[in-house]
């Protein structure tokens, strides 16, 4: 499956946005979906994950409630709403799949497609 990512861009400080991830080429219904996010100087990190049916969902320590991934098979669509961003939340964030990582995996070494990644830039 190909992934394109979008929805980034800047933002003030508790504000919100929604990213979304289109795949094509093949139905994201099959795919463990998930968003990683690599900020300046850092590297890539886990944000959340949601299994193949969207019942089960998981998310880094660091979101604390303030992210909600979500999916949408019908229309081969995960998404990435964020509210109360914090300059923190700077970074390129990647939406990744795979057909057989196992539900509610952080690894990235077990999602191997990958998104092209969007910015997301909070601002004081």
């Known amino acids: 499956v190909q992934l394109q990512a979008s929805g980034g861009g800047l933002v003030q400080a508790g504000g919100s946005l929604r990213l979304s991830c289109v795949g094509s080429?093949?139905?994201?219904?099959?795919?463990?979906m998930g968003w990683f996010r690599q900020a300046p100087g850092k590297e890539r990190e886990f944000v959340a994950t949601?299994?193949?049916?969207?019942?089960?969902?998981y998310y880094a320590d660091f979101v604390e409630g303030r992210f909600t991934i979500s999916r949408d098979n019908a229309k081969n669509t995960v998404y990435l709403q964020m509210n109360t961003l914090e300059r923190e939340d700077t970074a390129v964030y990647y939406c990744?799949?795979?057909?057989?990582?196992?539900?509610?995996?952080?690894?990235?070494?077990?999602?191997?497609?990958w998104g092209q990644g969007t910015l997301v830039t909070v601002s004081s």
């Open positions: 990744a799949a795979d057909r057989f990582a196992r539900t509610g995996s952080a690894s990235q070494n077990e999602y191997r497609s």
């Open positions: 949601i299994s193949r049916s969207g019942g089960s969902k």
């Open positions: 080429g093949d139905a994201i219904a099959k795919y463990l």
